[in-house]
């Protein structure tokens, strides 16, 4: 039987931050698609914006409500310093398609922002989003540590036809997904 997604979540926020790290090291191979810690040459990758970014977006952990029709996701992981330390307190923003390939232009509808917990976990419930003129399926994201530089970058699925002909898209920002019993779960570390 698959976990659920709730139970994956309660796990992921239940482990302690350093045995996480060491373990997802010593358990499963690591995602080789997150950036390694250990030089600032590793940092996530940015992307571009896009031009449907929109400021002020709510602060809210749960998005599925905006698009009730969509396949379910929950979308989790850590903000990690350069040296694998997590970083409390960092922003972490989303906006994305819905299921049909269009944004919310007037209002925040699968738009959100959050900060990082103690132990710099960061999670969102939202919807898988559609492919879309010239795009395979992908998150917008920004994530800023406390007084640093402000990432802005985009996250994409394994294994979609389209990530071959999308010019922004990179093996290095692929989501680890997870098919559950209520959905999927898609993880990604961010190096900042």
């Known amino acids: 039987m698959l976990p659920t997604r709730r139970s994956l979540l309660t796990t992921f926020l239940a482990i302690p931050v350093l045995p996480i790290i060491q373990e997802a090291a010593a358990q499963r191979p690591r995602v080789p698609l997150t950036p390694a810690c250990g030089n600032d040459r590793d940092l996530t990758l940015a992307r571009t914006a896009g031009p449907f970014y929109k400021p002020d977006a709510p602060m809210r952990h749960e998005l599925f409500a905006d698009s009730p029709d969509g396949e379910r996701i929950t979308l989790a992981g850590y ?21 049909t390939g269009a944004y919310d232009t007037s209002g925040f509808r699968l738009r959100a922002h959050q900060f990082t917990d103690a132990n710099g976990r960061w999670w969102f419930g939202t919807i898988v989003p559609a492919r879309y003129g010239g795009r395979t399926r992908h998150y917008h994201l920004r994530v800023q540590r406390r007084g640093g530089s402000l990432l802005t970058t985009q996250l994409f699925f394994p294994n979609e036809p389209a990530n071959a002909t999308d010019g922004l898209y990179s093996d290095a920002l692929l989501l680890d997904i997870r098919d559950t019993a209520d959905g999927k779960f898609g993880r990604f570390d961010f190096v900042v």
């Open 79 to 99: 903000v990690l310093d350069a040296n694998c330390r997590p970083l409390a307190n960092s922003l972490v923003e989303i906006w994305h398609a819905d299921e």
